[in-house]
């Protein structure tokens, strides 16, 4: 038989312990470097006005400004979740944050529409390169199931707090500065952050698998050509949903990028059947690990919710209600503090099966969605509906955020955490990109026939929308989702029986291959 592969021996079997102390430092620099990804993002709802001002920004301008952080963030989380994997995580980690404080830094110094979406766009890199790093550390700082369940829990926790916090944040400094500290800010925390981070990220951790591979090994394992084609096809199709709510579905400028990308998607994952399974961006053997697909399909609806709500009531109270961007941001803060509460909440998983408590997260988010489709459209509707729909809605979306963060990680082989982190954060993005487009399309149409957009007819029909979406994830997860792995050890690097189906034609030959020098190495000499 052959021994243990160094991948086994490092990632999965022989875990580093660390002190309390200093675990407990660790995730707060990766919980920071999840708020200030989130803080970019949420931030500039409130500095998009005085911008559209000081530069004399069109509408389909303005929302680049958005939307090129989220298709630059949601393209290249994939090469970022192989680099960490297949390279050292540590250093990716510790550019992604260098990176975030450098060009936010030179944004805060911008004062052109299409430079400020260029640097928006590299933010976007930046930002993708801390997150499936920090999971591929955070994974192997808490080795421990419910340790590391608590641990997930807290840094997406952080993530969504920074989505409300940013929101008051850039009020307060578009208010009392100027929108330039809104980048300026991320600047100050993020340089002592990737400082601390060279010293305090001990380099036992940032071992995986491909650290002890030869150069030219890991090269080859980066799967440079499927990444390539799948990063270009994210990028016309995110750029396509875009574009779709402004321009109109049936532009060339929509359906020409549509089609190039799904075309291009096929292609993906056609290539990623014919090489070597080892060597494979995401092999298909993935997506049968149990219930990883399920979840991946779960993984596409929180972010939604959240988007939705930040677009719809921003908008409604800052241009119909006419209340400053602070009270917005304060008439906020339900959805952050039952978010921040909820995350606390990752221990649940090692005691319910996540099924029981993804589906109590959707049910509250129906609840939720049913209240703000009711009511909403006056400003003394806010405590009677607004107020418990934000609590209730985001207390679920935060616990189906939670648990189905913890469940992909659990479905898959600890060695491939990174692609594992991008692949879920990924979901996240794409179903905020996709849903919006959507939401945005049903707003205005409903709009255009019932009063306008100070009405609130539209923003009603948008969210009955994101309660059909809600009830069939809710009947997709309660028929698909298989209890029988619940609470087992995760399955180990390169174990091809691990995945819930049978083996692909590229695993087979790795099996051949392994047999036959099993075979060799018991032949009497």
């Known amino acids: 038989m052959l021994p243990p592969s160094p991948a086994d021996t490092v990632v999965d079997h022989e875990p580093h312990i660390y002190s309390r102390t200093r675990r407990l430092i660790l995730l707060f620099l990766f919980c920071l470097a999840q708020f200030l990804d989130s803080f970019n993002n949420s931030a500039l709802f409130s500095a998009i006005p005085a911008l559209e001002v000081s530069m004399g920004m069109t509408e389909s301008q303005s929302t680049w400004i958005i939307s090129g952080f989220q298709l630059t963030f949601a393209s290249f ?41 260029v640097l928006r766009a590299l933010t976007g890199i930046a930002s993708s390169m801390t997150i499936p790093s920090a999971l591929t550390l955070l994974v192997n700082v808490f080795p421990d199931p419910l340790e590391q369940a608590r641990a997930i829990g807290l840094f997406g926790g952080c993530g969504c707090v920074a989505n409300v916090l940013g929101l008051m944040i850039g009020a307060m400094f578009v208010e009392w500065t100027s929108y330039h500290f809104v980048f300026w800010f991320v600047t100050i925390v993020a340089t002592p952050a990737a400082l601390a981070c060279v ?14 591979e030869p150069a030219a090994a890991k090269w080859k394992s980066l799967d440079l050509l499927g990444i390539t084609i799948l990063t270009a096809a994210l ?117 319910f099966s996540p099924k029981w408590i993804i589906l109590t997260g959707l049910s509250l988010c129906m609840v939720a969605t049913v209240l703000l489709a009711l009511g909403g459209g006056k400003p003394e509707e806010y405590w009677p509906y607004i107020f418990p729909a934000f609590f209730v809605g985001s207390a679920g979306a935060m616990l189906t955020y939670t648990h189905t963060n913890i469940a992909i990680f659990q479905a898959a082989p600890s060695s491939m ?46 969210f009955w929308f994101l309660f059909a979406i809600m009830s069939i994830e809710f009947i997709s997860v309660s028929i698909f989702y298989d209890r029988s792995t619940d609470h087992k050890p995760q399955p180990k690097h390169g174990d091809p029986g691990t995945p819930a189906r049978r083996s692909t034609d590229s695993d087979e030959k790795i099996n051949d291959t392994i047999i036959e020098k099993a075979d060799l190495a018991d032949l009497p000499v």
């Not at 979740?81 to 250093?91: C, E």
């Not at 944050?97 to 911008?110: N, P």
């Not at 990028?235 to 060339?252: H, Y």
């Not at 549509?258 to 399974?277: A, D, R």
Request: net charge negative; hydrophobic share 50%.
């Open 417 to 462: 955490a990174g692609t594992v982190g991008a692949i879920f954060n990924g979901a996240l993005q794409f179903g905020s990109a996709i849903g919006l487009a959507g939401v945005s399309s049903i707003e205005t149409s409903v709009e255009a026939t019932h009063g306008g957009s100070h009405e609130y007819s539209g923003r009603a029909a948008t």
């Open 77 to 117: 989380l994939l090469i970022s979740g192989r680099i960490s994997d297949v390279y050292n995580p540590k250093t990716a980690f510790v550019g992604g944050v260098s990176g975030l404080a450098v060009i936010s830094l030179c944004a805060g110094f911008v004062n052109d529409t299409i430079p400020l979406i």
């Open 235 to 351: 990028i016309l199709f995110i750029f396509a949903v875009t574009s779709g709510s402004t321009d109109g579905w049936a532009s060339v400028m929509v359906l020409v990028p549509l089609i190039i990308s799904i075309v291009m998607v096929i292609g993906f994952f056609c290539w990623e059947t014919i090489i070597p399974v080892d060597t494979a961006a995401i092999p298909p053997r993935t997506w049968f690990y149990h219930n990883f697909s399920v979840l991946f399909g779960v993984a596409l609806f929180p972010f939604l919710w959240w988007s939705t709500v930040f677009s719809i009531f921003t908008t409604l109270w800052q241009n119909v209600f006419e209340w400053s961007a602070i009270s917005s941001a304060v008439h906020m803060l339900p959805i952050g503090v039952a978010a921040f509460a909820i995350s606390f909440t990752g221990p649940l998983s090692r005691m």
């Open 199 to 212: 010293f305090v990220i001990p380099p036992e951790i940032s071992k995986t698998k491909g650290n002890l």
